[in-house]
C-alpha cells in the first residue's frame, strides 16, 4: 500500500511537470546585417502570438512557450548556421525564421532536418526552397517568388483586358467621336452578334 502511494505520487508530480513545462523555440532572423531594420518588428510580433498562447493557458495543458533569439545575418550563411546550431544546443523545439532566402535554406538543410527541428520562415521567397528535401520540417508563410510572378502577370493581363473593354466602349458610346463607319452600321442595325465579335476581337488581339 505504501508503495503504491509513493508511485501515485510520482505520477502526479511527473504530470504536474509537464504540465507547465517549457516549450523552448528559435527566433532566428537578421538582427545584424541589410535587414536590421525590419527583424525586431519580426521578433516582437512572434514572441507577442507565443505570450497569447502562453498566458492563455490552454497550451497543451498549460505549457507555456519562451523563446530564444539567434541572429542570421541574412547573409552569411555560415555564421547562420551556428547560430542555428546554437539554438540547437539550448533544446528548442521549432524555429521561427530565417529570413532571407540563403541563410534559410542553409539553416533549412544543415541544421532543422537533420535534427528534426520544425522551422518555419516568415519571408524566405526563393522557389529553390519549394524543392528542398525538408522530410516534411520546413514551412514559410510568404509565397515562393515563382508564384509571385505567375500573380503579377495574371494583373497585368487583367489590366490590358480593362483598356481594351474600355477601349471598346469608347467606340460604341462616344457621340462627339463617332465610331468607325463598319461599326456604326452595326450599331444601327443592331447587330449584337457581330457587335461582340467585334468587341472580342479587340479585347484579345495583339496591337
Do not use: W
Amino acid at each position: 500500500m505504501k508503495k503504491l502511494f509513493i508511485a501515485a505520487i510520482m505520477s502526479l508530480s511527473l504530470l504536474a511537470t509537464s504540465a507547465f513545462a517549457e516549450i523552448k523555440v528559435g527566433i532566428i532572423l537578421g538582427f545584424t546585417g541589410p535587414i536590421e531594420s525590419l527583424t525586431p518588428s519580426m521578433a516582437a510580433s512572434a514572441e507577442l502570438a507565443f505570450d497569447e498562447a502562453s498566458d492563455s493557458g490552454a497550451l497543451l495543458g498549460g505549457e507555456t512557450i519562451t523563446p530564444i533569439r539567434a541572429d542570421s545575418t541574412c547573409v552569411d550563411s555560415a555564421a547562420a548556421t551556428t547560430a542555428a546550431e546554437g539554438l540547437i544546443a539550448q533544446g528548442i523545439a521549432a524555429i521561427m525564421g530565417a529570413d532571407c532566402s540563403g541563410v534559410t535554406g542553409a539553416i533549412a538543410s544543415n541544421v532543422a532536418v537533420p535534427n528534426g527541428v520544425v522551422m518555419i520562415s516568415p519571408s524566405a521567397t526563393s522557389p529553390g526552397l519549394t524543392t528542398l528535401d525538408d522530410k516534411g520540417l520546413f514551412f514559410r508563410t510568404a509565397p515562393s517568388d515563382a508564384r509571385g510572378g505567375q500573380i503579377l502577370r495574371s494583373e497585368e493581363h487583367t489590366s490590358e483586358l480593362q483598356s481594351r473593354t474600355n477601349l471598346v466602349c469608347r467606340l460604341l458610346l462616344d457621340k462627339k467621336n463617332p465610331p468607325p463607319p463598319l461599326l456604326t452600321h452595326l450599331n444601327t442595325t443592331h447587330n449584337k452578334y457581330s457587335i461582340r465579335a467585334i468587341y472580342f476581337s479587340i479585347l484579345f488581339s495583339k496591337y
